[in-house]
């Protein structure tokens, strides 16, 4: 499985905008890119996926680099109610399970 | 429609016991996951199960961990014999058709073995 490298932690303030980085170099041409994040004594909760175009749904923006190296999500107002790990995840189509990373910690201050 | 439900929500057992835990899947869903979160850890998947057939359980400890998701009821998890390793929190995650849909996942069950 194509392994995934997110920071550790990020902080943004309320009502800001936030990018999540995502690093996948070696990505492979039938892997989705999905976001889950799990807010604290929760069970995860999907965000977005896509494939090889930007995505933007109720929640966030996915931006996917030309190459799909990387991608990036997009919060564009954090909300306190957003602080949560975040998991970029690569899916192989007709694959079943998610294979979780370490994610990225996001803290929100008011 | 009522989301993934898990119970239950809290478990506790003493080493020796064995630990049965449920999960029903969202009404419609015929794919059911199991997770486990190891405290401070990240996710690690377990198995993945259809009605009546387990299609990958590469994620299963060889040992003493079973599952299963019967063509009537939800699906259930089964430790026999916990050990205090056991303890953690297991998520079941449910999605419609095709294997590839978003997973739903449910509350969790925290185990704790004492």
């Known amino acids: 499985d194509a392994k995934t490298t997110q920071p550790n932690s990020m902080e943004s303030n309320e009502e800001e905008p936030v990018h999540l980085p995502c690093n996948h170099s070696?990505?492979?041409?039938?892997?989705?890119i999905h976001w889950y994040r799990q807010l604290p004594s929760q069970g995860p909760e999907y965000v977005i996926h896509?494939?090889?175009s930007n995505v933007n749904n109720r929640m966030a923006s996915l931006a996917i680099a030309e190459d799909r190296k990387s991608s990036t999500l997009i919060l564009h107002r954090a909300t306190l109610r957003d602080a949560a790990v975040y998991y970029c995840?690569?899916?192989?189509?007709?694959?079943?399970?998610?294979?979780f990373g370490q994610g990225t910690t996001l803290q929100v201050k008011p | 429609n009522a989301g993934v439900m898990q119970n239950p929500r809290h478990l506790v057992r003493r080493r020796g016991q064995e630990a049965r835990l449920r999960c029903s899947p969202m009404k419609g869903h015929s794919h059911v996951y199991w997770y486990r979160q190891l405290p401070e850890e990240g996710l690690k998947f377990m198995v993945y199960l259809q009605k009546e057939n387990i299609i990958d359980e590469s994620g299963m400890p060889k040992e003493r961990f079973s599952a299963e998701f019967p063509k009537e009821g939800p699906s259930i998890l089964r430790i026999q014999q916990v050990v205090r390793g056991d303890s953690a929190a297991y998520f079941c995650?449910?999605?419609?058709?095709?294997?590839?849909?978003?997973?739903?996942f449910g509350p969790g069950t925290r185990l704790t073995v004492l």
């Open positions: 070696t990505i492979s041409g039938t892997d989705y």
């Open positions: 896509g494939l090889t």
């Open positions: 995650a449910s999605s419609p058709l095709l294997e590839t849909d978003t997973q739903y």
């Open positions: 995840i690569l899916r192989r189509v007709n694959t079943g399970k998610l294979i």
